[in-house]
Nanobody, 124 residues
């Protein structure tokens, strides 16, 4: 089981950048595929990006392609989300999530472990 803690959220102006981190305190991090989701007030949680256990495969929501990059460092039990060219519509609580397989189907219900979330606010 993984125990996930996000950090790196904050407030930034449109066009700016933030880097989110998600750390796992367990010893099995490298066995999990990881993903980032986000949830804005009054909206459903939505998929942002995912990465396979090895880091060799990634996929992104269309809304963030070309702006966000997911990566991982298995030696340090961490996954990252580099967010560039931020827009006000990126404002949300961002969550990292884990599961034991990588898939193109990234519905939230398929993920077994979640962090507590970190707030990202982008002002115009």
């Amino acid at each position: 089981q993984v125990q996930l803690v996000e950090s790196g959220g904050g407030s930034v102006q449109a066009g700016g950048s933030l880097r989110l981190s998600c750390a796992d305190s367990g010893r099995t991090f490298g066995r999990y595929a990881m993903a980032w989701f986000r949830q804005a007030p009054g909206k459903e949680r939505e998929f942002v990006a995912a990465i396979s256990w090895s880091g060799g495969s990634t996929n992104y929501a269309d809304s963030v392609k070309g702006r966000f990059t997911i990566s991982r460092d298995n030696a340090n039990n961490a996954v990252y989300l580099q967010m560039n060219s931020l827009k006000p519509e990126d404002t949300a609580v961002y969550y990292c999530a884990a599961r034991t397989y990588y898939s193109a189907n990234n519905a939230p219900a398929g993920f077994s472990s979640w962090g507590q979330g970190t707030q990202v606010t982008v002002s115009s």
